[in-house]
């Protein structure tokens, strides 16, 4: 079995939904995202997936989320935008990214500090 990781960074705001404390309220964070995807076919040229091609991927997920009110938008209706939720949108759209290629979506995780990081995967 094959594993790429990837790394990229958003910068949102966010306020959680049903949660007492300091987070209820605004407030932003610069996320830190890495991608792990797996695979056990390589290519001709002995890749999994061009880096290239999956850090494009990952910058058109971030594209959808980077200086956005994170609550607006329609994945997060209903539901608090939380590292653990945001991390498992970023899976769900890789997922869909990947599907024609010999590269699968693994775990992603979703750094909101330097100390502080949800993971999701299947």
Do not use: Q
């Not at 999956?54 to 938008?73: P, S, V």
């Amino acid at each position: 079995m094959y594993f790429l990781k990837i790394v990229d960074y958003f910068a949102a705001a966010h306020n959680l939904i049903n949660y007492k404390g300091k987070c209820e309220e605004l407030h932003g964070h610069n996320w830190k995202v890495e991608v792990l995807v797996k695979g056990e076919k390589l290519d001709k040229a002995g890749m999994l997936i061009d880096f290239k091609i999956l850090k494009k991927f990952l910058k058109d997920i971030l594209d959808l989320l980077d200086h956005k009110y994170i609550n607006e938008l329609k994945f997060f209706e209903g539901m608090s935008p939380s590292s653990e939720n945001i991390a498992k949108f970023i899976f769900e759209k890789m997922k869909e990214k990947l599907k024609d290629t010999n590269a699968n979506i693994y775990e992603v995780r979703c750094w909101e500090s330097i100390n502080s990081c949800a993971i999701y995967k299947e």
